[in-house]
Nanobody, 120 residues
Framework: QVQLVESGGGLVQAGGSLRLSCAAS????????MGWFRQAPGKEREFVAA????????RYADSVKGRFAISRDNAKNTVYLQMNSLKPEDTAVYYC?????????????WGQGTQVTVSS
């Protein structure tokens, strides 16, 4: 069992940056691939980024490539999402997730989410 708690969301102007964190409980964090997803009002949840258990492989949605960076610190049981050059269309609730494999879809465990609002 893994429990995930996101933090770092907030209000930022377009062009600004935020770093989201996701702290995981449990001793097996380093065995999980981790993902970030987001859901904007009235829209379905969508994949943002993912990272393998070792951190050696990453994957990004086309909409965030070159602007967002996912990383992890297994010693701290934490995964990060650095978000730069933010746009109003990045406004959403951001969720982190843990699963057995790096994927853009299915994950076993989910956090409660953190709100990111980008003003124009």
């Amino acid at each position: 069992q893994v429990q995930l708690v996101e933090s770092g969301g907030g209000l930022v102007q377009a062009g600004g940056s935020l770093r989201l964190s996701c702290a995981a409980s449990g001793r097996t964090f380093s065995s999980y691939a981790m993902g970030w997803f987001r859901q904007a009002p009235g829209k379905e949840r969508e994949f943002v980024a993912a990272i393998s258990w070792s951190g050696g492989r990453t994957r990004y949605a086309d909409s965030v490539k070159g602007r967002f960076a996912i990383s992890r610190d297994n010693a701290k049981n934490t995964v990060y999402l650095q978000m730069n050059s933010l746009k109003p269309e990045d406004t959403a609730v951001y969720y982190c997730a843990a699963g057995g494999v790096l994927t853009t879809t299915f994950y076993d465990y989910w956090g409660q989410g953190t709100q990111v609002t980008v003003s124009s």
